[in-house]
């Protein structure tokens, strides 16, 4: 069935919205996280990718103004609880929690901001892609560290761990064969970098 424009830019803004409020509390969780370690390696990564999470916001608030449109102030301010209360545990908790709650998150994160780019291809807005692919890799980057930290760790490497994403050319790759099947077909499903894996 062929998503009508309207609904993939209604679609678009819903998930952007998500996402803002989602990077804040992504941030103020990487904050307590990258203070509750030791290893001045980890310490550093860990504030890098607080620091891309809150570039990350900046981008899509640009995003959602071009669409004349604006964070939820329900979401914000749910995001500052969950983000605060991270913030707070990742100090209590030990080391293996907050790494095995990130990466499944990230993971998560790489699928939403390929979702928002095939609803900006939908409604026109290609102008967006390319911006939403470049969050999708950086999340990869970012589940891809976890992922690493969680298996070092001797009782993590025991965890059965979140499904591992695809390669990472592979966010670009499933969204351009999407675009030549476009061209010769009417019609839009969603298919993502897993699905291209498998098909
Ligand atoms: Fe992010
Ligand atoms: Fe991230």
Redesign the pocket.
Known sequence: MMVSAVDSRIKLIAILQLAYSGELA?AYAYRGHWHSVRNPDQRTAIQN?EN??WQ?RKLLADLLTSLAAGPLHRRETRAVIIGRTLQFLCHVTGWLAPMYGAGRL?SH?VCEYETAARHARDCGRKDMVDCLLDMAE??WE?ESYFRSRVQEHFVGRRLPLWPQPPAKEMIRVSFERELMSLSHQNGSPYVGAQAVIES
Request: glycine residues 0%.
């Open positions: 992504a990718i891309d999470e990350h990230e994160n950086v999340e970012h």
